[in-house]
């Protein structure tokens, strides 16, 4: 690993070594077996990953599955909201499959605030192939931070 940092490097926030509540969550966790231990980091307010999807996350002819698809967006923006230091869960997602994706197809995810209010937290998720920069499945959704006592 590069040592030297740039500016956006510093202001990194990362997931790893801080989660201990959720270590056998499918798409994160770093102690579930089967799962996909994706990582996440905050770069420039947008919560980044990055995601290559195996011949056994498949739906048909060697296409990931839509329900992988989606779990991986709804991770990187419920992990924007864990970086900054609260807890939500997902109250209402719509997800826009715009293209199928191939199983061994790297694809970079990207979540972002778009607007908070109170309890209610509104993001942007969006997954990107790699090597042509289009859009696999982009979606918004709400999450609900819990009530404070």
Known sequence: MNTNKSDSEADTQSVQGLRSDANLCFVCGPENPIGLR???RIEDDVCRSEF???????GYDNVT??????SALDDV??????LKGDKAFTAKC???YKDDLPTGTPVRLEGR???QRGRLVQMEGKMIRQ???HVVAECEASFMKPPTP
């Open 38 to 40: 994706l990582q996440f």
């Open 113 to 115: 605030c778009l607007k």
């Open 131 to 133: 090597d042509n920069d």
């Open 77 to 82: 923006m419920a992990n924007w909201i864990y």
């Open 94 to 96: 719509e997800i826009r």
């Open 65 to 70: 599955h839509g329900g992988l698809i989606f």
């Open 52 to 58: 290559t999807p195996l011949p056994h996350h498949c």
